[in-house]
């Protein structure tokens, strides 16, 4: 019985598969790292085109204010267990756009990602290389960072 | 024992599952090399786990039942789709010695569980109590109606030829010569059969595009994998009609057996992928003109055919 | 532009001067504007590029432009009128009626400015999210800090407003009928960040309202917050697929309100970059349009294309797709010989692919069955509305800002109008592919020109890319057109004295013009030419909302 267990949890983290949704300029190498050169499906990644189906959730970027509600509805519509990855600069200070007040500058403390890629954009490399800290964090058994805590819990969307 | 052994392994559960899984992985590690990339690579021999991966945390994701839907209608229309999807297996002469059900009535048996499971699909939209996978119901259904008469007309020309409705019958009197007779009547299932299995350039029903995913949308952990599955059963049922009806089921060049059985099924779902790789989707409207005015019209023609090939090149009298 | 000249003597005018031989730039009162437009209009300006307020605090007046293009003659008229800042009595005659295109212009003036236009038809906020309904962001005396203390409850309005309007949706709708809202994006496999509330009867699309801003990052009002050099930042985010072109608009508006010209060298670069930069943007354009059509192979062999022409890109500058390869002045980085190793590359893999895409893709019958009748633009809207790009050149209009007012080096290049006749989502497909082929074109021609020139010891590559440009501007007004991969991108930029600063920078961006489109396109249409339509018309939400 011990064994079957250890095999779902082992599926689990080697199957990842991410909710559609693109809130900036990031999934133009999320594209470009799905495609022939960088090809995530190597490593069993697969887009899905709902939310019901996904297992992470990708924010590609900036998070505007327009947005948020949109994001944290897909964000509720995946079932558990459920993992973010935060894309890029943005996502973790508003990046370039820190000035601008139409950008959330902190989206993370909102909805808590479970692991962040540097860079504006992320190299293709990075985005594969961010999706592995979550299988690491998935076959660890580590609870995601977004049912630990985070505003989204306390606001209305 | 023989009897379990069937319902079991093969042809029936475990064979159902294992064929799923690899027709999965097939699928994707073709499509890939099609896109010029490399498809699933690291979980096994050429990725040849990953869709085991897939399916199975599937089994152990959270099942969400949407707020307002009704939760029988929701969750039993999977799995009956599964088991209906799966029949057809008992039907097919898989090998000389395993044919569970060998019924004088296969072909019809087989064409109307075929005919049954996108009402099934329907139902899963209708329950599901989303605009978009309602919108998926209602063209499954409006794909059923236009492209299953073109399938069992065209499903039907073997059992005109041949005189019976047995598939064991139908496979044993197969020839080289009944081959070319059924050609027209071959490509005529193979492009309802696009239709049916939802496959470009008529994947209508679940246009990602168009209608996020149709009727699968609200679907998630066991109930999608249960989906899946009917999806690939269905396509196991469907190739497997393919092959018995027209290209002579397990009958090889020096010997018979199932490996050729299977080879004409992979042959099938090979010429499927690359029609997939290469044809856009087209509309409703257009799949509808091209089902009633070409389709069905040329299916009817082809009965005339196959009949004059009867009477003329087999000697047979009508 | 005596013709117009005279034609424009019978109204008052304040003052007339030609500028950068293209331009007529004149300015009247805001009282005549009807009849000036009414008089442009008849002198064959129809289409109308953008509506630009200019918010001059000190001064106390709002400076409204409109930048008029005449399609044939090729020769534009730049408006300008003073209206008081006032927010009570900031008002303008909408031009609206008479110039369709100007519709979602004078909105988003409306929105971020608060200047209201009599005789608009549908002056509701456009762009901005709910927090920001009459707020006026972009006025210099808005308290953006003040607006940002209470994020919570700013975020809190817009999930009220979108709950409220799904209540609202069903309420109106005929119960016996089967007539419903969709909202079409922003979760959804072929939107991304739009999202459009498409009203229909099952399958059949009665009519469609884009909601767009969902990317909005105030960009306009974030290049006022850096420096010169720093802004091409955030002009470059105006689109990443295409970014090198965005930044010679802004650059080129920047050089002339310095008063500096640019190495014969740097010129040649500015193409051959965006050119690189082009193809990269129509490679994925191209796959976006079969994506569009479940189609992905397509998407994925022109992925593979582009890649190779990133790696020039990061060869040069260090980086694949946020290059800030630009500057003002010249280009940022010098050139290595090795670097035109990479780009044969990439010119070499093109070559090899062309003909497969072309046979399988291009011409492919069952696209052809698909597309050859939907979202059929002609000739006449092209103008009215002011499209520009391949969508225009798709409608047989031959407009390119590269032959009509060559900017960088492209008065040198020889190319040709890509064209297409009959204006349907096929035909912009196939432009799309001319100009892919075109592009490729014009980067042998500028590396044979470059490196010839290298030869012949007339560029210094390592030395000649640059030249200063003062950190400090004087006062100045500036306009510069570019031909964006989407079409026309028009940049106004105006500085203080001894400014480091932007004061105001305005991007038109094409995709905005396209976006109104949309529901005169779809009206009629079924749910399936949603995406193709949408694809077709090769948006991109980040020039859409900047």
Redesign the interface.
């Given at each position: 019985m011990l064994r079957l267990f250890d095999?779902?949890a082992?599926?689990?983290s080697?199957?990842v598969?991410m909710a559609h949704f693109c809130t900036g300029c990031c999934s133009l190498e999320m594209a470009a790292a799905m495609?022939?050169r960088y090809?995530w499906?190597?490593?069993?990644y697969?887009p899905?085109?709902?939310p019901?189906?996904a297992?992470v959730l990708i924010i590609t970027g900036l998070v505007t204010k327009k947005i948020l509600p949109a994001l944290l509805r897909t964000y509720a519509?995946m079932?558990?267990?459920k993992y973010v990855l935060a894309l890029g600069a943005c996502a973790f200070d508003g990046g370039p756009y820190n000035d601008s007040l139409a950008v959330i500058k902190n989206p993370t403390e909102i909805l808590p990602a479970d692991a962040f890629v540097a860079g504006c954009p992320p190299r293709p490399e990075a985005i594969v290389a961010g999706l592995e800290e979550i299988k690491k964090k998935m076959k660890s058994g580590e609870p995601s960072a977004a049912s630990q805590g985070g505003l989204w819990k306390e606001m209305e969307f | 024992m023989e009897t379990l052994f069937n319902i079991v392994v093969f042809p029936g559960m475990f064979y159902v599952l294992a064929w799923t899984v690899l027709l999965f992985w097939f699928f994707?590690k073709f499509m890939?090399a099609?896109?010029?990339?490399?498809?699933?690579?690291?979980?096994g021999p050429a990725?040849s786990?990953?869709t085991?991966?897939?399916l199975?945390?599937?089994?152990?994701?959270?099942?969400?039942t949407p707020d307002g839907v009704n939760p029988y209608l929701f969750s039993i229309m999977p799995l009956l789709a599964v088991i209906v999807a799966t029949l057809p297996t008992a039907f097919i002469p898989w090998t000389p010695d395993v044919y569970v059900i060998p019924t004088q009535y296969g072909v019809l048996a087989l064409v109307v569980l075929i005919g049954i499971e996108p009402f099934l699909l329907f139902l899963t939209g209708f329950g599901s109590n989303n605009?978009?996978s309602f919108?998926g119901g209602?063209r499954i259904l409006t794909q059923m109606i236009s492209m299953e008469t073109a399938f069992f007309l065209a499903a039907l020309s073997p059992a005109l030829l041949f005189g019976t409705m047995s598939l064991g019958e139908i496979v044993e009197q197969s020839s080289w010569l009944s081959f070319l007779i059924l050609f027209p009547g071959f490509i005529l299932y193979f492009i309802a059969l696009l239709g049916l299995l939802e496959q470009?350039?008529f994947?209508?029903p679940d246009?990602?595009?168009?209608?996020?995913?149709g009727f699968?949308?609200?679907?998630?952990?066991t109930n999608?994998f249960l989906l899946k599955l009917a999806e690939f059963a269905e396509f196991m049922a469907v190739f497997a009609g393919a092959a018995t009806l027209f290209l002579g089921a397990y009958k090889g060049i020096f010997f018979d057996g199932y490996i050729f059985f299977f080879l004409k099924m992979l042959l099938i779902a090979i010429v499927m992928m690359t029609i997939r790789?290469?044809?856009?989707?087209?509309?409703?409207?257009?799949m509808l003109n091209f089902s009633w005015s070409y389709l069905v019209p040329l299916s009817l023609l082809n009965m005339a055919w196959v009949l004059m090939a009867k009477h003329f090149i087999l000697g047979v009298g009508l | 532009m005596q013709d117009l000249r005279k034609a424009l003597s019978a109204h008052e005018i304040l003052s007339v001067e030609v500028y950068k031989t293209m331009w007529l730039k004149v300015r009247i009162d805001s009282h005549d504007l009807l009849a000036v437009a009414q008089t442009l209009k008849d002198e064959g300006f129809i289409a109308i590029s953008t509506v630009s307020p200019t918010d001059f605090l000190e001064e106390d007046r709002m400076e409204m432009n409109y930048f008029f293009e005449n399609y044939t003659t090729k020769r534009n008229c730049w408006l300008k009128c003073d209206i008081p800042r006032d927010i009570e009595a900031c008002e303008i005659d909408s031009i609206t009626p008479m110039f369709p295109g100007a519709n979602w212009h004078e909105r988003e003036a409306y929105s971020m400015f608060g200047v209201r236009f009599r005789g608009h038809p549908d002056l509701r906020p456009i762009i901005v999210s709910q927090d920001f309904y009459d707020k006026t962001p972009f006025r210099k005396d808005f308290d953006w800090d003040a607006h940002e203390a209470n994020t919570v409850e700013n975020i809190q309005q817009i999930v009220d407003a979108f709950k409220e309007e799904q209540e609202i949706n069903e309420e109106h709708l005929d119960a016996s009928s089967s007539e419903?809202i969709?909202n079409w994006g922003p979760t959804?496999?072929?939107s991304g960040p739009i999202r459009l509330k498409v009203h229909c009867d099952?399958?059949d699309i009665i009519s469609i309202d884009p909601d767009i801003g969902f990317v909005w990052r105030a960009l306009e009002h974030l290049v006022t917050k850096k420096d010169f050099v720093g802004a091409i930042v955030a002009v470059e985010r105006l689109c990443f697929m295409d970014n090198i072109n965005s930044m010679v608009g802004y650059c080129q508006a920047v050089e002339e309100i310095a008063d500096v010209e640019i190495t014969e060298f740097a010129k040649w670069m500015r193409v051959l970059l965006g050119e690189v930069s082009r193809i990269s943007s129509h490679a994925m354009g191209m796959g976006g349009f079969?994506?569009?059509?479940?189609?992905?192979?397509v998407g994925?062999?022109n992925m593979?294309i582009r890649e190779y022409f990133l790696d020039f890109l990061e060869s040069y500058s260090g980086a694949r797709i946020a290059t800030a390869a630009i500057e003002p002045g010249g280009v940022r980085y010098g050139l290595q010989m090795n670097m035109l190793d990479e780009l044969q590359k990439a010119l070499d893999k093109f070559d090899a692919t062309k003909d497969d895409i072309k046979t399988?893709?291009v011409n492919?019958p069952?696209?052809k069955?698909?597309a050859a009748k939907k979202g059929i633009i002609t000739a006449k809207e092209v103008e009215s509305f002011a499209l520009c790009g391949v969508v225009a050149r798709s409608s047989g209009v031959k407009i390119d800002v590269r032959i009509d007012e060559p900017y960088a080096a492209y008065a040198q290049v020889k190319m040709d109008y890509v064209v297409q006749k009959e204006g349907s989502a096929k035909d912009r497909l196939s432009t799309l592919f001319g100009e892919l082929e075109q592009s490729i074109d014009i980067i042998k021609q500028a590396k044979r020109h470059i490196e010839a020139e290298i030869e012949n010891g007339n560029f210094n590559p390592t030395k000649d890319h640059m030249v200063k440009v003062p950190k400090k501007l004087p006062k100045g007004e500036a306009i510069s057109r570019v031909e964006w991969s989407r079409g026309e991108v028009l940049m106004h930029l105006v500085t203080d004295d001894k400014a480091k600063s932007p004061y105001r920078l305005k991007m038109k961006a094409p995709s905005f013009n396209h976006t109104m489109m949309l529901n005169k396109m779809l009206q009629g249409e079924?749910?399936?030419?949603?995406?193709l339509i949408f694809?077709s018309l090769y948006i991109c939400q980040g020039d859409l909302d900047r």
């Open positions: 095999f779902f082992h599926a689990k080697e199957s598969w495609g022939p090809d499906e190597r490593y069993g697969l899905t085109p709902t019901r189906q297992d519509q079932p558990e267990p | 994707r890939a099609l896109h010029k990339r490399v498809g699933p690579s690291f979980n990725g786990y990953q085991l991966f897939d199975s945390k599937l089994l152990t994701k959270e099942s969400i605009k978009y919108l209602i470009p350039p994947n209508i246009a990602e595009q168009e209608i996020v995913y699968y949308t609200e679907y998630s952990g999608y790789a290469s044809t856009p989707r087209i509309t409703m409207k257009q | 419903m969709l959804h496999p072929a099952g399958e079969y994506n569009a059509m479940g189609l992905h192979t994925m062999w593979d399988i893709f492919n069952t696209m069955v698909r079924t749910l399936s030419d949603i995406p694809g």
